[in-house]
């Protein structure tokens, strides 16, 4: 091939750049590999594992973890920049850091995401989650799937996969490139036989699977026209939906979410609150902000924070450290302060002062007050 390939420059009167050219070959990895001295006119070619061609890292063993690695390190860059312009420019506007996400940073991750967007990829959706849970203003222990269900956002998994989707279709309609639709062809043929060929191929299998439809249906549907996006898309939004929910109905980390999470964005968000108010309500909503919710931590660090004593749950709060719990059942607060309209914001800041005085230093308990009125104004029952 070397030799072929001098000859047609010689012809045409064309030079190598023996610096910057590399030998690779491709092989699914395994087995000895044999040391070969490449040569171009009697000067050695060095040999590589991946190589990269217009902006696509390209491994010898067919794999796209390179160029995924890659892509997730420029996308966390451009995160970065895009935190700082939410702060400065959209601080009050969470609808607008989302569309800084989708526009900047999603459209860099997603370089090249026709070949490797079969299947999600935890590196990317960790990126995503990273800028959910900024906007929620909750930490990394938060869940991806409470943030992705309060925000109510699709994995990237859906919108890379409806990617690879657009181009295969696009070769299969005879556009694209040439070589690209002759690997196409290719698939195709050995589909039809029943060969699983490589990674992508069996990636682009589960990807189809998973929405109920099997190879031979695809190609069956492809060829009499009835394959169609929007019904991929339905499909992957129930798919995910199912999935959110049936973790949300398992939580550990947030036990009463499923009785307070409606239909859509929630009301809070819609009322232009500013940053600090739809933070409030989202970190209380989430979890974040009962201590009972950390159960992989040990006891001590799961004590309420207002009298030090038992473990910090919104029944202990209700019933034990106010007088909230009087009236109504301390279920029925819960859904009443955590409701999707925010009406209990004003409650929630009410814990936060208390929260502030409640304890005097680190690890310090509260002396129960000789009253169990309170402090007159609903306010906690210790000092």
């Not at 995160?79 to 009050?92: A, L, P, Q």
């Not at 069996?202 to 060829?223: A, L, N, P, Q």
């Not at 049936?246 to 307070?260: A, L, M, T």
């Amino acid at each position: 091939m070397i030799e072929g390939l001098e000859k047609y420059m010689e012809e045409k009167g064309l030079e190598v750049n023996v610096k910057k050219t590399k030998v690779m070959r491709c092989r699914k990895g395994g087995g000895r590999w044999k040391n070969v001295i490449w040569k171009w006119k009697g000067k050695k070619l060095e040999e590589v594992k991946k190589y990269k061609y217009l902006g696509y890292v390209m491994m010898a063993n067919g794999k796209c973890k390179e160029h995924l690695k890659e892509r997730v390190r420029k996308g966390a860059a451009v995160m970065r920049e895009v935190w700082g312009i939410g702060k400065r420019r959209f601080r009050d506007d969470w609808a607008r850091r989302l569309w800084l996400f989708d526009k900047l940073v999603w459209t860099v991750m997603s370089y090249g995401v026709e070949i490797w967007g079969w299947r999600e990829r935890e590196e990317v959706e960790r990126i995503h989650y990273r800028c959910l849970r900024w906007i929620n203003g909750v930490g990394w222990r938060t869940p991806g799937y409470l943030v992705r269900e309060e925000l109510m956002r699709e994995k990237m998994r859906g919108r890379a996969g409806m990617r690879a989707w657009g181009y295969e279709r696009k070769l299969g309609e005879g556009r694209g490139g040439e070589i690209a639709r002759w690997c196409w062809e290719e698939w195709r043929e050995k589909a039809r036989r029943g060969k699983v060929v490589g990674e992508c191929e069996r990636e682009r299998r589960e990807f189809y699977e998973e929405k109920g439809w099997k190879i031979e249906e695809v190609e069956r549907m492809r060829e009499e026209g009835e394959m169609r996006g929007e019904e991929i898309v339905r499909r992957e939004k129930r798919w995910q939906e199912e999935e959110r929910w049936g973790k949300i109905e398992k939580s550990r980390s947030n036990v009463w979410y499923s009785w307070i999470k409606g239909k859509g964005i929630p009301g809070y968000l819609k009322k232009g609150w500013k940053e600090k108010r739809w933070q409030r309500v989202a970190t209380f909503r989430l979890g974040e902000e009962i201590r009972s919710n950390r159960y992989w931590e040990e006891e001590e660090n799961r004590k309420c924070r207002v009298c030090g004593r038992e473990e910090e749950t919104w029944e202990h709060i209700w019933e034990e450290c106010t007088d909230w719990g009087r009236e109504k059942g301390w279920r029925d607060m819960v859904e009443e302060i955590l409701g999707e309209e925010g009406g209990g914001e004003e409650w929630m800041r009410k814990i936060e002062e208390w929260r502030g005085v409640g304890i005097v230093g680190e690890g310090e308990e509260c002396e129960k007050s000789e009253s169990e009125e309170g402090d007159g104004n609903g306010g906690p029952r210790y000092e």
